[in-house]
Every structure is written in structure tokens, then in C-alpha cells.
């Protein structure tokens, strides 16, 4: 009746403001890490809803189309395939988390106070900024993370466009937070983080006035996606911006931004893109000589070489011109409509897996989870 329909209502409101992050405490605090909702799961729908509404407003604004259908089906197949392992597998990020808690703690912060919510928004989204900074200056990391770049549209496409490989190295640097604050806490924050940042790829929305000070927004997202030398190793907030404008790193949008990686891979293959960093720094490795330089070009910056500067010589990365044309070779009209409905049924069968696994056996769907917290919680 109503009451079943008010709080459908209301679950699906909260649902679409946790993608902006505008949630309360008292809406999003749980005792135990059972009772934390899968949020990014229950976007999907969102995800859908909000990149259908980009192309209309790219539309009425600019007569323009939002995204192209080869870099579009190349996003969202790998944001499938990022998630996979959840099918198989509780993320690292939270076994490894909940492993510090219950071995290491020193102190528990109350589970249900607003001071520890905010302290916690505060902590994950400083573990991100440095894990975002590190994953850019760091090659091994960088394998990983470059996949998220290798786009050469902007828009919600390009939030979907996430690494396989990303989730190993990302979650040693929110442990410090596992000795004082509870899993159930940063489970929350960690979700919301990453949902913020979907909203953020998009050139419909300019500028947003004075949140541009404090909030990262989609006019300092688009300078991180940039290829252009002023874009460089810039902008590496989640939700806030001002760890960069701490931190140094901070740099405003200016001439029009070309997005994309300074040597494009040029390829619409999910795999590829994933696996053919790897291969380059493999070669690499074994190139270089020396036992020391062999280590830097694993530890040191994507552009290093023996004898150059950490992060490479500035001078070497390529100039735009504003010529630059993104990678679409043309394919005939009814292998794009081919492929749409191919990979709409693809799509289809995935969500249907991850409904059916996460209802039928919510162990199954987080099996490592389970087996490990019911022992613990
Ligand atoms: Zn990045
Ligand atoms: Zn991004």
C-alpha cells in the first residue's frame, strides 16, 4: 500500500543523492557491515537515467551527441568487466580493512556519531587523493590506472571506464583508517566516494561558481582527463578539491582540453587497452640497463628514462595543436546497429546475474565477505 510506496520513494531518493554525495549521517550509519547496502549496485539504473539525460541536454545545448557508440560500448565493457570479481569475490579493499580492525585496532570511534561520518568522508577522500597521485606518478600503478584515461570523449561513459586491475592497488592506503574507524563506517564512505565521481564526467555542465573552490566539479575533472601539457598530473580529488589546492596540484581549466592519453593506444578492445601497458613497461624493464634504472622504471613516473627527472622531462610531452582527431575508424551503419543490440543484450544478461546471485545467495554474491565476518562480527 502507501507506506510500501513512500519508502520505495524515499529509498530511491537517497539513492540518487548518495551519487552526489548529498546524504546524511543519520540516513547512512550501520552498526555491522551486513547491514550496509551495495549503493553502487542499485545505480545502475542511475547510471542509465543520467547518461540518457547527458545526451539530451548535449543536445539542446550544442546540438551535439554526447558520446560515439564505438567509445561508449568500449567504457561500459569494461566497467562490466571491472566489476566481475565481485561475483566471485568480496572486494580486497574490505577484507583487507576489516582484517586491520579486528587484529590491530587501537581505539574504536562510535559507530553512530555524526563527528565519526565526517571524519571518515574526510579520511577516505585523503586516502584517494594520494592513491589517485601515486597511481600518476607511479608506472606500475599507472598500468593499471591509465585504462580510466585512455578515452578520447568526456562523458558518463568515461566515469564507467574503470581497471580490472585497480582494485589490487588501491586498497593498502585506506588501512591507516582501519585502526580506529569501524569497517561499517567506511564501507559507506568508500561507495559514496567512488558514486560522486560518476556525475563529474560530463561537458554539459560548465561551472559551478563558487563549489569550484572546494568541490571537485566537472570543469576540474576535465583538466585531470586532459592531454594537453597544462593538464598534466593535475587534479586528483574525489569529492574534494582542495587536497590539490593543499597539496600543489591544483590547475583551473583554461585553453579547451583534449582528453585522452598522450600516446593513444588507438583500440576499442577492453582487454588490449588492459593488458598493453603491462607489456610496455615488461619491455621496458628488460631494455633498460641496470639493476637501479630496471627499479625506476617500475617505481618512477610513466615518462621516466635513465638520466630524466622522476616524472620525466616536461618538454617531451606532445603539444596540442587543437587538431587532434580521436581515434574512429568508420565502420558500416549496420554493424554499429549490430553491435548496440549485441551488446545491449550482453549488458542485460550481467545485471540480471548480479540480481540473481546477490537474492538467491547474498553469501555467494559476497562469499569471501561472509566467510571471513561471520567468524569475526
Ligand atoms: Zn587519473
Ligand atoms: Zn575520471
Known amino acids: 500500500g502507501c507506506a510500501v510506496c513512500c519508502g520505495a520513494m524515499a529509498s530511491s531518493t537517497l539513492q540518487l543523492r548518495a551519487l552526489l554525495y548529498a546524504v546524511l549521517p543519520s540516513e547512512s550509519r550501520f552498526r555491522s557491515l551486513h547491514e550496509v547496502p551495495n549503493y553502487v549496485e542499485k545505480s545502475i539504473p542511475f547510471f542509465i537515467g543520467f547518461i540518457a539525460l547527458e545526451f539530451a541536454v548535449s543536445w539542446v545545448q550544442r546540438r551535439k551527441l554526447a558520446g560515439r557508440i564505438n567509445d561508449g560500448i568500449s567504457s561500459l565493457s569494461l566497467g562490466i568487466l571491472s566489476r566481475l570479481p565481485d561475483v566471485l569475490f568480496r572486494s580486497i579493499d574490505i577484507i583487507s580493512y576489516v582484517y586491520v580492525w579486528d587484529n590491530y585496532r587501537l581505539f574504536e ?24 597521485r ?19 570523449d568526456y562523458n558518463l561513459f568515461t566515469a564507467l571506464r574503470q581497471s580490472l586491475l585497480q582494485r589490487y592497488t588501491s586498497w593498502i592506503f585506506n588501512l591507516p583508517m582501519a585502526l580506529f574507524i569501524p569497517p561499517s563506517v567506511f564501507a559507506v564512505h568508500l561507495q559514496f566516494n567512488l558514486l560522486y565521481q560518476f556525475w563529474i564526467h560530463t561537458e554539459v555542465i560548465t561551472n ?104 620525466g622531462l616536461p618538454e617531451e610531452i606532445p603539444v596540442i595543436t587543437g587538431k587532434e582527431v580521436p581515434y574512429n575508424p568508420s565502420v558500416p551503419a549496420y554493424l554499429n546497429c549490430y553491435a548496440v543490440v549485441h551488446f545491449t543484450i550482453i549488458m542485460d544478461l550481467y545485471i540480471d546475474l548480479l540480481a540473481t546471485v546477490s537474492v538467491s545467495n547474498p553469501c555467494l554474491y559476497e562469499i569471501a565477505k561472509c566467510k571471513y565476518l561471520n567468524a569475526s562480527i
Open 109 to 132: 570511534l562510535p559507530w553512530h556519531s555524526p563527528w565519526t561520518w565526517y571524519l571518515t568522508f574526510l579520511g577516505v577522500d585523503f586516502a584517494y587523493y594520494w592513491f589517485h
Open 134 to 152: 601515486i597511481s600518476h606518478e607511479v608506472n606500475l600503478l599507472w598500468a593499471a590506472h591509465q585504462i580510466h584515461h585512455s578515452s578520447e
Open 208 to 311: 559551478l561558481g563558487p563549489l569550484e573552490l572546494i568541490l571537485n566539479t566537472p570543469s576540474h575533472h576535465r583538466v585531470h582527463h586532459g592531454r594537453n601539457p597544462y593538464c598534466i598530473d593535475k587534479n586528483y580529488g574525489g569529492t574534494l578539491i582542495i587536497w590539490d589546492r593543499i597539496f600543489g596540484t591544483f590547475e583551473a581549466e583554461d585553453a579547451k582540453v583534449v582528453y585522452g592519453l598522450t600516446h593513444p593506444v588507438n583500440s576499442f578492445e577492453p582487454i588490449l587497452l588492459q593488458l598493453r601497458p603491462l607489456a610496455h613497461i615488461w619491455n621496458m624493464f628488460w631494455a633498460t640497463p641496470g639493476f637501479c634504472n630496471k627499479l625506476s622504471v617500475l617505481f618512477k613516473g610513466p615518462g621516466w628514462g635513465p638520466g630524466k627527472p622522476r616524472l
